[in-house]
């Protein structure tokens, strides 16, 4: 433990997810400092197997006493707003608590769907609610129903494919290309599982989502798919308590920061995880950037907190992992900018890394909640200073 000469510091981490967990446990390195995680929920959500959820396979909760720190206390209640005069976050019971330093770690959830009906008759699949819903209706679907999946990337295919693998006919609405981050050689691998596991591909300019009904999807080029229920996984959004809060926001609403993650506002805030738009260019939403960017926010505070200035953030990605099925994956390898190469591991050694990914990453957690400090970021995308300088932050 590191003891900086002082009086004890309070900093308030707004979100349990990844991000959010390794901040605090990370900021439990200094005995100076008191940490207090606000979270809606008593558990800890591993968002990468919702999808597992809504087949049955796996119930994507893990215990906060197994990832988190005895010095982080936690409150189960919601933020509603942050008040920066007086340093304080309002919850939703009406309460409040105060604050030295803050990370806003508030993770992403289900975008706002644009098209008519989508939010009556589709359902989201974003966070933990969402899929228990979506696992009840269709444990309630008839044994023949057609499942309708909107959206083409990762979430879209990893439940399709579950899905599927459990024996129910899927169609899979791209609303463009399949896979749109894969590389080619990683795209066919993917359409070719699917193929196999029945799930009928629909791809293509003419694919968008035009409207939803209770048993159709309308596309943009008028063909209406059928189906007894659709499931919404067309892109996420984020929550609006920094925009609420009067805090800058881009224009999806996530927290403005520079490049130490401190937002562009106030320097007692630093972001981390999907909320968070450093220098108006956010990272891709997801784990890979959340395990890096948490570290990251937890360094920046802990220096301010010692008189000191926080570094810019230094990450890089090393590509995506999806499942397809129990029985098969893929990890698409990537450049550090996060761009996708030729290479890939798919079938049964990529589900194997998928599953190695997934609990690494809880491992993570819990790694750092016995020993903060220890994880070391290293990884650096080279050319992010130019992509940086070449595009202005939007402010909302």
Not at 46 to 72: C, I, M, P, T, W
Not at 87 to 110: F, M, N
């Amino acid at each position: 433990m590191t003891k900086y000469n002082g009086s004890r510091t309070e900093v308030i981490v707004i979100g349990g997810g990844y991000a959010g967990v390794l901040a605090a446990n990370r900021l439990t390195s200094c005995d100076d400092v008191a940490v207090t995680l606000v979270n809606p929920r008593s558990s800890f959500v591993e968002r990468l197997r919702l999808h597992q959820l809504v087949a049955g396979s796996d119930d994507a909760v893990v215990d906060y006493k197994d990832v988190l720190s005895e010095r982080v206390k936690l409150v189960v209640d919601t933020a509603t707003g942050i008040d920066r005069q007086a340093r304080t976050v309002s919850l939703a019971d009406g309460g409040t608590v105060r604050y030295d330093h803050l990370i806003y770690a508030v993770g992403s959830r289900s975008g706002a769907p644009q098209v008519p009906g989508a939010d009556r008759f589709a359902f989201p699949i974003a966070t933990l609610e969402e899929a228990e819903r979506l696992r009840e209706a269709v444990a309630a679907a008839p044994a023949t129903a057609v499942l309708t999946v909107v959206g083409g990337g990762a979430t879209g295919i990893e439940t399709a494919a579950e899905l599927a693998e459990a024996g129910r006919t899927v169609t899979l609405v791209c609303g463009g290309r399949l896979g749109p981050y894969l590389h080619p050689n990683g795209r066919r691998f993917v359409a070719k599982r699917l193929a196999a596991l029945g799930v009928t591909v629909l791809e293509g300019p003419g694919t968008k989502a035009a409207s939803v009904t209770a048993d159709a999807v309308r596309l943009a080029d008028g063909r209406e798919v059928r189906g007894h229920l659709t499931v919404w996984a067309a892109g996420f959004g984020v929550p609006d308590l920094a925009a609420r809060s009067g805090l800058s926001t881009d224009e999806t609403g996530r927290l403005l920061t520079d490049e130490t993650l401190t937002s562009i506002d106030d320097d007692r805030i630093v972001a981390a995880g999907d909320a968070a738009a450093p220098s108006g260019l956010a990272y891709r939403m997801g784990c890979q950037s959340a395990v890096q960017l948490g570290p990251h926010a937890a360094d920046a505070v802990l220096r301010r907190i010692k008189g000191g200035r926080p570094e810019a953030i230094s990450i890089a990605f090393a590509g995506l992992c999806v499942s397809l099925g129990r029985g098969a994956g893929i990890f698409q390898f990537a450049r550090k900018d996060d761009t996708a190469i030729r290479f890939y591991v798919g079938g049964r050694p990529g589900a194997r890394l998928k599953e190695f990914v997934v609990s690494h990453t809880v491992k993570q957690l819990s790694d750092e909640a016995r020993k903060p400090g220890a994880r070391v970021l290293k990884a650096k995308d080279d050319s992010r200073q130019q992509r940086v300088q070449a595009t202005p932050a939007h402010v909302s």
